[in-house]
């Protein structure tokens, strides 16, 4: 069993882990931790570097792109999955609505269990590669 049992409940939900056997979700969950974010807080700027990946706990968070509002975040939306494998600039700016607590995953904490595990590394991969066939195709 997990000691971040939360974690592994909203974890299930992001797409590019859904493939993943319940023990090995319970090693990724462990790596997260807890963040905290004052309303008004920007979490991650477009264009800037990322690496880190956040699955909203509580609270809400805005997301805009070229200062449009695009999407409103709530609990158990994530963002910022693909800075876990690239640290690449960002897509969007989000920024916390109200008060907004988030599990945070960083590329430094996850890269050495994916070298680790070739296994999750694998199904992590082959997840990503359909994710890219299905957004083609639609």
Same mark, same amino acid.
């Given at each position: 069993?997990?000691?971040? @049992?939360? =974690? $592994?409940?909203?974890?299930?939900?992001? &797409?590019?882990? *859904?493939?993943? *056997?319940?023990?090995?979700?319970?090693?990724?969950? %462990? /790596?997260? %931790? &807890?963040?905290?974010?004052? &309303?008004?807080?920007?979490?991650?700027?477009? !264009?800037?570097?990322?690496?880190?990946?956040?699955?909203?706990?509580? !609270?809400? =968070?805005?997301?805009?792109?070229?200062?449009?509002?695009?999407?409103?975040?709530? &609990?158990?939306?994530?963002?910022?999955?693909?800075? /876990?494998?690239?640290? +690449?600039?960002?897509? $969007?700016?989000?920024?916390? %609505?109200? *008060?907004?607590?988030?599990? +945070?995953?960083?590329?430094?904490?996850?890269? @050495? /269990?994916?070298?680790?595990?070739?296994?999750?590394?694998? %199904?992590?991969?082959?997840?990503?590669?359909?994710?890219?066939?299905?957004?083609?195709?639609?």
């Amino acid at each position: 069993m997990t000691d971040n @049992p939360a =974690a $592994a409940r909203a974890l299930k939900r992001v &797409p590019i882990f *859904s493939d993943l *056997s319940e023990q090995e979700i319970d090693e990724v969950a %462990k /790596l997260f %931790k &807890p963040r905290t974010f004052e &309303p008004g807080e920007t979490i991650v700027r477009e !264009g800037l570097g990322g690496a880190a990946l956040f699955i909203i706990a509580s !609270g809400q =968070a805005d997301v805009t792109v070229a200062g449009k509002l695009r999407a409103t975040l709530v &609990p158990g939306n994530y963002f910022g999955e693909i800075a /876990l494998f690239d640290e +690449g600039t960002r897509t $969007a700016t989000v920024t916390a %609505k109200d *008060s907004l607590e988030c599990y +945070g995953l960083t590329y430094w904490d996850f890269r @050495p /269990l994916v070298e680790r595990n070739g296994t999750i590394g694998w %199904k992590l991969l082959q997840r990503m590669a359909q994710l890219i066939r299905d957004y083609r195709e639609n």
